[in-house]
């Protein structure tokens, strides 16, 4: 199972159009309670796709 990413990775890998896009949709990754939501939709589809590798 590959190493869990922290939420700085996560964020980090966020490039700059998807960031000014997610920005138009109400979410803004530079503001914590938005970005721990944001993270931890990444963690799930994550997990959802290990689970279908199984």
């Known amino acids: 199972m590959p190493r869990r990413r922290t939420d700085a990775q996560i964020l980090r890998a966020v490039p700059p159009r998807d960031r000014a896009m997610l920005l138009r949709l109400g979410l803004n990754l530079d503001d914590p309670a938005d970005a721990a939501l944001f993270v ?15």
Do not use: K
């Not at 931890?40 to 199984?54: F, M, N, P, S, T």
């Open 40 to 54: 931890q939709g990444v963690r799930a589809a994550d997990e959802a796709i290990v689970e279908q590798e199984r």
